[in-house]
């Protein structure tokens, strides 16, 4: 919010400073720069630390003590976290450091990235029902994003991007910022979809639907669960169904049940017959039974046909996570009564949930880098796309490897959950501030058009003799493909 | 609960450190495995609270206290305010000259109470809280440039002194100051106390109308700070010998009258190279830097 004399104002926390240009806040990590508010944090330097399984030496876990053993040199990656920006990007990026990586010359170019065009692809492991697609997904009561796609198990959501950033209401573009820094950030963030349901998402951690926290991944719809447990049903029960509200599977009438001889069991099922044995919509789609709206198993069931049913008859019914299940005998009506469950099905149903992945909510920050950043780079800034796409130059976001999509532009896609912690900031326009690197070798950055007048060695900033919180040594993460490693590059 | 605070252990695995908003502070704990951990948990639980309970009252913290009136409600603020009455009548003061001392005092106050430590310091940005259990002590170290570590002084404290705060204010610090010191030091009884006082003393320490002496309103530099329409500085030139005696002295005089009158318990002045102590005798000048120190080092 701007205010007398070009100040701005913060509101990274409660103070609430106002910033004169130039200036910083109170914490001396917010500041004002040609009035855009961007954040100046430590330094993040990521070690190649030797081989250590962790990131961080965690909060609290003593037992785990840093072994002190650090290398040099190449080892070391500095990101572009707490860098600072280039915008209004007619300046060289705030750090171009070279690096000598296996006797050639490497140069990284970090800059914070203010992206209006960003946002987030959030893939959330849940069979519930969430909205309808293309339902409008809110935070803090502003629209933030939309219900995409059903994928296999999951449900993805699109949140930001720069209609809501910068399209709609003051207050929409906030919440949306709000919410894509905070998700990216890996902090839960509570999500309300237009006729639906809410859930609270965070990186890597499993969704709470409605609040029920997600467990598992469904094993396969209704009919692929009939025909991965058939073998171990057969005997030891007369009549399974699996209730899901995509394709619910009966393995009497299942091919799977078939091939095994069992005979069939006079059993009704509600919904649409899509193939033998396989039903579509049993029932409305929600959080329950198998995503969908039941809580008793048996209104998905007709009376039993009395001409084939028999009293006695056994009956399992189950979900497609296993986290729902009843067994049934037919009394002398032919009506299910509720049993205590087998021992001899338990193992199955165990074996369900066990197949089961837990439910995760992972989160893809998705940004494309605009020409003026692109110019922080090189003073010709296609250039540097073309070099992306020739794989001369590796783009990585703090530290972590990205998705570059083919065609005309840098657009980018990274796994929040492989990059530092609180990686990403925000400035008020509204747009989030994510790190981006650029590697390449020395030599191609002077054909591009680098600064090559800028170009820093590595040890002037990592011997900066400052105390020694001014810059954050991370150990990289084993998982990610070293950015300055030379065998991954074409 | 708030969701900006970042919590973590330092990479030695040894300090906590935690940070929200402007306050930073590490902090490290001594005693057996169990209760350091219940320490540091009791820390961080009560950390998270702490700048949202300040701003609540932010506006009157900011405001001159008065050695009337009311009292704030938080505990924290409270401590502030009690930390600078006792120079309100007397010079422009605002709580907020205490702000570190006190938040660094309740963090300390919050893991004595939950565990059993046999020491403990809270370092608030140079604003020092210490536990120091029977028979124990800290060797404390000083620098006069943050972004020059050498120390120009060491001093021990024994848990018979009555010394559990130490401050530390400046122009080159992260607060605007009055005064022209480089550092001030100040041992006192409580963090709040100390850090009130080194406020005071680092704007004794000044030579006024002095031509190499660069001053701005501090509302010119950050519209709300607490100081107003008051000159702060923000660059001070080399100055001669005589100089930087007058404005020593003039440091010296504050702070010998707060030790009078126990507001303080020693005090180190340091301005362009020239340091003068009064009241600690163990304290020790120009310690060789080589020597593993064990203690604090602040900046």
């Known amino acids: ?490 | 609960m708030n969701n900006r605070a970042q919590i973590r252990m330092l990479l030695d695995g040894r300090r906590l450190h935690m940070q929200d908003g402007p306050i930073d502070v590490i902090v490290e704990v001594f005693g057996d495995v169990g209760e350091i951990a219940l320490a540091y948990r009791a820390a961080a639980d009560r950390f998270v609270e702490i700048l949202d309970e300040l701003c609540r009252e932010l506006a009157f913290l900011r405001r001159p206290a008065r050695d009337d009136g009311d009292l704030p409600s938080g505990p924290i603020a409270r401590r502030m305010l009690v930390a600078v009455r006792p120079y309100a009548s007397q010079t422009f003061i605002t709580p907020m000259a205490a702000v570190a001392g006190a938040v660094a005092e309740e963090i300390l106050g919050t893991m004595t109470a939950a565990a059993k430590l046999s020491r403990a310091y809270v370092n608030d940005g140079g604003d020092i809280a210490l536990h120091i259990a029977p028979g124990e002590k800290f060797v404390v170290g000083m620098v006069e440039r943050p972004d020059r570590a050498s120390l120009f002084g060491t001093t021990t404290i024994e848990s018979g002194d009555p010394v559990r705060g130490i401050a530390t204010s400046g122009w080159r610090g992260r607060s605007f100051s009055l005064g022209i010191a480089d550092a001030v030091t100040v041992l006192a009884d409580t963090a709040a106390m100390a850090d009130a006082a080194a406020t005071v003393v680092a704007n004794a320490v000044d030579l006024p109308g002095h031509p190499r002496v660069g001053r701005v309103r501090a509302c010119d530099l950050a519209p709300d700070s607490d100081l107003g329409e008051r000159l702060v500085t923000q660059s001070v030139g080399e100055l001669a010998p005589d100089d930087i005696r007058d404005a020593l002295g003039a440091g010296i005089r504050v702070a010998e009258s707060l030790r009078g009158s126990g507001l303080i318990r020693a005090a180190a002045v340091n301005l362009q190279g020239e340091t003068r102590v009064i009241g600690a005798a163990g304290w020790a000048q120009r310690a060789d830097v080589s020597a593993p120190a064990r203690g604090l080092v602040h900046a």
């Open chain 1, 1 to 490: 919010m701007p205010v007398a004399d070009d100040a701005i104002r913060c509101d990274a926390c409660p103070v609430l400073c106002y910033i004169k240009p130039g200036r910083t806040g109170a914490c001396d990590r917010y500041a004002n720069a040609d009035g855009q508010l961007v954040r100046l944090d430590p330094h993040v330097v990521l070690e190649r630390a030797v081989s250590r399984g962790d990131t961080l030496v965690p909060f609290l876990e003593k037992s785990r003590e840093w072994d002190g053993a650090l290398l040099t040199g190449e080892e070391t990656f500095v990101t572009a976290i707490g860098a600072g920006t280039t915008y209004p990007d007619y300046k060289p990026a705030p750090f171009i450091i070279s690096s000598e990586v296996a006797g050639v010359d490497m140069v990284t170019v970090v800059t914070e990235g203010i992206f209006s065009y960003c946002g987030v692809k959030l893939k959330i492991d849940t069979d519930r029902h969430l909205g309808a697609e293309c339902s409008t997904v809110r935070a803090q009561g502003e629209a933030v994003g939309h219900v995409t796609t059903n994928e296999y198990g999951s449900q993805m959501l699109s949140l930001g991007g720069v209609r809501h950033l910068t399209g709609g209401s003051r207050h929409e573009g906030t919440a949306t910022c709000d919410a894509l820094l905070n998700v990216c950030n890996r902090q839960a963030v509570e999500l309300k979809i237009d006729d639906g349901a809410t859930v609270i998402v965070q990186a890597d951690k499993a969704p709470i639907v409605d609040g029920v926290q997600e467990e598992r991944m469904r094993v396969g719809c209704g009919s692929a669960t009939i025909g991965m447990f058939a073998k171990q049903w057969f005997g030891k029960v007369d009549e399974v169904v699996v209730v899901d509200d995509h394709i619910t599977g009966v393995l009497s009438e299942h091919q799977a049940g078939k091939l095994l001889g069992v005979p069939e069991t006079g059993i009704a099922l509600k919904g649409r017959r899509s193939t033998p044995g396989r039903y579509f919509r049993v029932a409305e789609p929600g959080t329950s039974w198998g995503g969908t709206n039941i809580d008793d198993p048996l209104s998905i069931l007709g009376p039993f046909d009395r001409e084939v049913a028999r009293p006695g008859l056994r009956l399992l019914m189950v979900s497609t996570t296993g986290e729902h299940h009843a067994y049934f005998e037919l009394d002398e009506q032919l009506r299910p009564a509720e049993k205590e469950l087998p021992a001899a099905l338990r193992e199955s149903v165990e074996r369900i949930r066990e197949n089961c992945e837990p439910a995760l909510c992972t989160v893809l920050f998705m940004g494309g880098a605009g020409g003026s950043l692109r110019a922080g780079v090189t003073e010709n800034p296609v250039k540097l796309t073309h070099s992306v796409r020739d794989a001369l130059t590796r783009v990585t976001c703090g530290g972590a490897p990205v998705y570059v999509w083919p065609g005309g532009g840098i657009t980018i896609m990274a796994d929040v959950s492989r990059m530092p912690e609180n990686a990403f900031g925000y400035v008020p326009t509204p747009a989030l501030v994510a790190p981006i690197e650029f590697t390449l070798k020395l030599s191609d950055y002077a054909t591009l058009g680098g600064y090559m007048d800028h170009v820093r060695p590595l040890s002037s900033i990592t011997s900066i003799s400052r105390d020694e919180e001014s810059r954050r040594r991370l150990a990289a993460r084993p998982d990610n493909p070293w950015p300055l490693a030379s065998e991954k590059r074409k």
